[in-house]
């Protein structure tokens, strides 16, 4: 889901530049509302959170007299986490049109949203299995190309550090590590391998982005754009790519995407 909401109290000096750990919160305590025992599962877990936001994406970031305007994203990735977003929009849930939600306890109230391409690329639900069905099953040629648009600051740990640059087996690892964690076909782990091993890098426009997180400290991140070519055919393992692939616009991909980072979509290739 895409909310379109307006601030319309002064801005302050105290207020955050990076919103996502202020949209993990309000998440998480959306939920809470709705099944106290699934919020205190996902809380207490140290392991991938069946969600991820976005941090405020500007629309309208200066203060006017209509106030600012902002796009806040959110997406589940199991069923329970589904429900409770999917009623939440309903006429008199707690996010539709109208509604005052808080951020780090700054009122933004939200507001009815056009059908646009920018945000209509961002929509979407699906299913693992048919999802996972539709492109094995197909008897089109799986692509050889996988490209990416890296839309918040996207970072990976790797030897106990953090890497930065988008690495086939990274992009890959990560998102063949949330599909097995949620969906109910599982891939074998060597779809990384093939990916680390198989895929070279055929274009990237890529900048860091440090954004201050908790504590004070600056986590260094890449947005932009990067695009993999698969140098040894295989149909089976492209395929399982090409899945995945599908996946990173709901999943995200790199560390601490249910606080804004790692935000993604495929990009258009020509296979």
Known sequence: MVLLIKKTTDATDG??????RAAHAFVLD????????LAAEIHDSDSLKPFTVSSLIPVRPKQEENGCLYRLRITGLTAAVCAVLEDSLQS??????????ELDYQPFTIQEDGDTPSVREWHGCG???LLATSRLGSEAQPPRRFGFVFTSPTAFHQAEKTMPLPLPGLVFGS??????????????????????????????????RPTRVKNGGLRLGAIGEVSF????????????????SELAVFS???????????QC?????QK
């Open 265 to 269: 979509h495929r990009k258009d290739e």
């Open 175 to 208: 998102l063949l590590e949330r599909w097995n964690r949620y969906s109910p076909i599982q891939f074998p782990p060597e779809a990384r391998r093939y990916a680390e091993e198989c895929l070279g890098i055929s274009g990237f426009d890529l900048h860091s």
């Open 127 to 129: 299913r693992y299995d």
């Open 15 to 20: 207020q955050p530049v990076w919103w996502g």
């Open 92 to 101: 008199s849930g707690s996010l539709a049109p109208g509604k005052v939600i």
């Open 252 to 262: 995200g991909v790199g560390v601490m995407t249910s606080q804004g980072f790692g």
């Open 30 to 37: 959306l939920i809470r509302q709705a099944d106290e025992k």
């Open 229 to 244: 070519t698969a140098l040894t055919y295989d149909r089976y393992w492209q395929s399982v790519l090409d899945v995945l």
